[in-house]
């Protein structure tokens, strides 16, 4: 425990080591070192990868934060969107209308700026959200190497590669949270239903496909009636990142809750070790 009553794993400091001892290094090369199994608690390599996990608690709270963020967005986007669609809606039904006076340049001006306030969310909370993602990949190797599918540049680089991020980044996440599991009592292995790993994937991606439609389709309209059919696409999809990000939000705080569980267990079990006293020389 610190000072401010925090683990040591919260509040990302390491367990002091006894006199003499060094903290064991971990496996290099391609093979697995001595120690390198499952439930050895060091990594097989990778960068980043360290012989203690480091805490993923502080980046979690700004990244759900941030998720907040998107979500207030969403709804100013979804709200303004929609008055913008009734005053297209009003010109399909009557022509003689005329929205490009100051209503309706006053509406268009304020979805404007509620896409550019969601952008800017949606851009910081990725940037944050794959540090996080890579902190707790990096974790994940510590705790259990062998259940790794992918190494951990990938929970960075898995997010740009076109069409492989429709996929590879749930592959770091399954690893993730196998790695992350509590273990029981007796060391065995503990399976954790991946029900919320598998909503949030299925949340993003239904997200960012129902986007790319409703952008092409906002893109092509022309006439009033298209342009409000558009647009109630758009407001459709807006309504669906904010489930994804809510989704997120509750990913999120159960990796990091499992991590937190799984580094306490692993501390505690370290600390007696490494603290026993070796045999007394005559």
Known sequence: ??????????????????????????????????????G??????????GTWPRSPVGLSRAVIALLGCVIASDLFVIGAGLHLRG?????????????????????QELYDLA??????????????????FHRTRRNAEV????????????????????????????????????????????????????????????GWIVSVLASRIAVSQWNRAREPEQISDAAALVAAADALDLVAAVLAIVFVRAVTRMQVERAGIRQAAAVPERAAPGPTVP
């Not at 050895?40 to 990868?49: C, D, E, H, L, P």
Request: net charge negative.
């Open 87 to 107: 005053l297209w809606e009003g010109l399909a039904a009557d022509e003689s209308l005329n929205i490009y006076t100051d209503p309706g340049l006053r509406a």
């Open 115 to 132: 896409g550019n306030v969601q952008t800017a969310a949606f851009l910081a909370t990725g940037v944050l959200f794959i540090i996080w």
């Open 40 to 49: 050895s608690g060091s990594g097989s390599g990778g960068w980043g990868v």
């Open 143 to 202: 705790f259990e190497s062998g259940v790794q599918r992918m190494g951990p540049g990938w929970a960075v680089g898995g997010w740009f590669v076109p069409v492989a991020n429709l996929w590879f980044p749930y592959r770091v996440a399954s690893g993730i949270w196998e790695a992350s599991v509590r273990l029981h009592p007796d060391g065995g292995w503990r399976t954790v239903p991946k029900t919320v790993l598998n909503l949030w994937w299925g």
């Open 1 to 38: 425990m610190t000072d401010d009553g925090l683990c040591t794993f919260c509040s990302g400091t390491r367990p002091p080591l006894p006199d003499g001892a060094t903290a064991p290094v971990p496996a290099t090369g391609l093979g697995p070192g001595p120690g390198s199994g499952p």
